[in-house]
């Protein structure tokens, strides 16, 4: 089944640390890395907040969301009381801004979640919510940078419009020529298979929509 265990975040391959904690894809680390130099030339310091993440690191975030130990966010970033919740209406309100295990773009060493250090100490709850970098956020300026740049780096924001499924993420860059790859060697039966070994929560009610999930919060990006 599972040949090449990057797609859906299992087994074991090669990363490369960027930063303390940090890893990625040789081939996309070298590209953020260089990305970063010439960010810094600009005054801009990018560094990542959050890089590789494997199947169970995504499945710890994903079960303590299911189970109440983490808020789940409505549209507008604001916690909801998950207590009112149906189990469909919270796995969509879970899958809002955080991927489905297996089905995460961390999962593959080419994607990562950017932030400054310097201009933390300018914000006094910094937190991954598009306030934080659209303007009049802390970080709106690195945004700028980054967008304006991303393409001569190979990278690209999956997440930047809000495409009616996942939430839009301004921090968020995918190493296209490996991403790309990657996200065609996926395959929906695939994941039903990891989805149905794995221990993880509202697993019924995820297999009962795991085509939606497939189409619409996987599937469905920005391509630009």
């Not at 709106?140 to 996942?166: C, I, M, N």
């Amino acid at each position: 089944m599972n040949q090449y265990p990057l797609l859906y975040g299992q087994g074991y391959f090669e990363l490369e640390q960027i930063s303390p904690g940090q890893r990625l894809h040789p081939e996309a680390a070298q590209a953020f890395l260089t990305m970063c130099a010439t960010a810094k030339r600009d005054g801009i310091s990018l560094t990542a907040y959050s890089s590789f993440r494997s199947f169970h690191t995504q499945c710890v975030i994903w079960n303590d969301k299911w189970q109440g130990k983490r808020a789940i966010l409505d549209s507008a970033s604001q916690p909801l009381d998950i207590t009112k919740l149906s189990d469909e209406q919270k796995l969509w309100a879970i899958l809002r801004w955080s991927a489905l295990p297996g089905t995460s773009r961390h999962h593959w060493g080419s994607d990562l979640d950017f932030f400054c250090p310097d201009l933390i100490q300018q914000a006094e709850n910094f937190a991954l919510v598009p306030a934080t970098y659209l303007p009049g956020g802390s970080h709106f300026s690195a945004y700028q940078w980054v967008e304006e740049h991303a393409l001569e780096f190979g990278f690209f924001f999956p997440y930047r419009d809000d495409l009616g499924a996942t939430a839009p993420e301004p921090w968020h860059i995918s190493y296209r020529p490996l991403s790309e790859q990657l996200q065609n060697k996926h395959q929906l039966h695939e994941l039903t298979q990891v989805i149905q070994d794995a221990q993880i929560a509202g697993k019924t009610t995820i297999l009962s929509h795991l085509a939606d999930i497939y189409q619409h919060y996987f599937k469905q990006i920005n391509y630009l």
